[in-house]
DNA sequence: CTGAAAGCGCTTACAG
DNA sequence: CTGAAAGCGCTTACAG
């Protein structure tokens, strides 16, 4: 029992000399056997006492103390560069239960309305935990930052993406797909007259050109069909001024893709002040799929992919990079977007 | 130089080692000099020229390293046991924002829906992580959780609770006086007969019983106003199940205090299923100002917290508490709920 | 005022 | 098959 030793801190949390001491055995042999090491055979019995001794006295890993020896940690970063969402939260929560059985510890971090400075100051402490990976939205990390990552030690770096990136993995979420599933969807719904919002906040619009040229395809096969965009700010008035400005006239759009269900909400409360009718006079369509939108009144006709699905797709693939493999084709492979259809459309 | 160290990792990254070498000074005074220590006077030569070369080299420290010497890492764990909900984003937004600059990482556990003994698992390694210090909702953490969390080395656990703990520091949002507000509101439009949603998922119902209490006060001074308790489930089917159950018949409620944003929006859009309108056969008011709640017609009337003040407060304690000082009364005080009257009342 | 040295709790190459 | 030892990058008591 250490009887001189000068504790630092309080410290009743058994080490792994404890447990080893108490199985009878040495340091290393609890460290091959606790971690699956298969490289050293250790005998069952002795994994047995040893798995023993550490349930009775409660140990748990020192996460501090592995980092340090292996240049790595249990982190799993994510990087947000998007408004706080109820997507993006439902997201993390799916990739927190993926990784509880990995032993690997999600930590979100959200750099959106951050000033440039503050970012790159965030992305330099973020590397310097050096994570086991880093989950990023493709807007919060350049090329350039991506190789940053990889000279400070963190090799593993999986964005979020409307498309493939050449420089790293991706899971990729087809913008263009959702555009011409709602393009499809409207013009099914009897609408000739299309427009798509698009956000005026540049960090919110990632994925605007893609779901445009989406919703083009599809518009030019069809006679007669035409296509406006409408910009738009995420509040009530910003909405207003929509369908002041776009919503009035001749030929006015009559079917509405609001970029996300984060702006198709103030556009349909809007709408409802105007005594615009949901769907009958104006059709809205979202994407994500957020909570709320089975709730509210007309429900939210949305265009959404799995959150599980995404989550584990990320934790596969970093886990797969880890351990040296070549990642599966069905992980590279876009993840088609679901249309999901309720009473807005 | 290095030449034959065996590095494990591939490591471009600088060390403080390589930092005093840079300012020609030993790591102690590198040491002393990037974390402000004023024990030891270093002259502000030598300190200009120890940042000027912690900046030239890029130098970050490694979080592991000191958490591992230092007994305790810079992490400030954030458990929640409440469904996913925009509010629960918000709030670990804004604590967030308030830690940047206090060099401290805020990281995001959500414990509700998981099994007991899975709850126990985090718990432990949670704890097993050393965190400066934990924030938690009351019901994430029992007194005994509590004092394993101390046990194992974590001193500072602040409880965002309805009311004050014994065992550890707590914010205290006083539900008590969330319910005397909703019930003088909903009087003094004019209704006497009030309800209360009770969810009927234990773990979402914190706070229930004191918004019962705060309402009864206001009632009990009220000739001829009475309260009815309505339990419900978070679903579409469960809003309906309370509209058939509690509101037909004479003498039913005409104003309910949701319990929450969550529960107030199935319930509105049961209620505008079932030909109700509200606000004027039916009010409805909700706790929390959940960011959508301002663009759903009618615009919720809420009751809230501002959770900024949530998280700086928080914050703050934890930094009175690991510096040892005695928490400022103004901490401690409850943070007052807050009325915002919009539509549904 | 500055520097050399110990030690936090692990993992892993290496010797037996 | 098992164990002794080195070392990851820090902080801090202590000696000069």
Redesign the pocket.
């Known amino acids: 029992m250490p009887e001189k030793?000068?504790?630092?801190?309080r410290?009743a949390?058994?080490?792994?000399?404890d447990v080893a001491r108490r199985a009878?055995?040495?340091?290393?042999?609890?460290?091959?056997v606790?971690?699956g090491?298969q490289?050293?055979?250790?005998?069952q019995e002795?994994q047995a006492k040893i798995w023993q001794a550490a349930q009775e006295l409660g140990?748990?890993?020192?996460p501090s103390?592995?980092a340090?020896?292996?240049?790595q940690s249990d982190e799993i970063c994510l990087i947000a560069d998007v408004p706080v969402s109820a997507h993006l939260f439902e997201l993390f929560a799916a990739i927190q239960q993926q990784t509880f059985s990995y032993n690997l510890a999600p930590v979100l971090y959200v750099s959106h309305g951050l000033p440039p400075q503050q970012v790159e100051e965030l992305l330099r402490r973020i590397f310097a935990r050096r994570p086991m990976g880093i989950i990023a939205t493709a807007r919060s990390m350049t090329e350039q930052q991506v190789a940053r990552a990889r000279q400070m030690g963190v090799e593993q770096v999986v964005l979020v993406s409307a498309e493939p990136a050449t420089y790293t993995s991706c899971i990729v979420l087809p913008s263009y797909e959702a555009g011409t599933l709602a393009a499809q969807h409207l013009l099914e719904r009897g609408h000739h007259h299309l427009g798509l919002v698009h956000p005026d906040d540049a960090a919110a619009a990632y994925g605007f050109q893609q779901r445009l040229e989406g919703m083009r395809a599809i518009i030019s096969q069809t006679p007669g069909a035409t296509l406006q965009i409408l910009p738009m700010h995420l509040s009530l008035s910003g909405a207003r001024a929509l369908i002041e400005t776009y919503l009035d006239g001749p030929g006015h759009p009559t079917a509405i893709y609001a970029y996300n269900d984060d702006y198709a909400l103030p556009l349909l409360r809007a709408l409802a002040d105007r005594k615009f009718r949901v769907p009958e006079d104006i059709a809205v369509l979202g994407t994500d799929n957020v909570s709320f939108g089975e709730f509210i009144q007309p429900a939210l006709t949305t265009i959404h992919a799995d959150n599980q699905a995404i989550g584990q797709r990320a934790i596969e693939m970093l886990l797969a990079l880890r351990s040296g493999q070549a990642i599966p084709a069905e992980l590279t492979r876009p993840l088609q977007p679901r249309l999901l259809i309720r009473e807005s459309t």
């Open positions: 030793k000068p504790r630092t801190a410290q949390a058994p080490t792994s000399v009878g055995v040495s340091q290393a042999a609890v460290s091959y606790l971690n090491v490289r050293t055979h250790v005998s002795v140990y748990s890993i020192h103390a592995r340090l020896r292996k240049g």
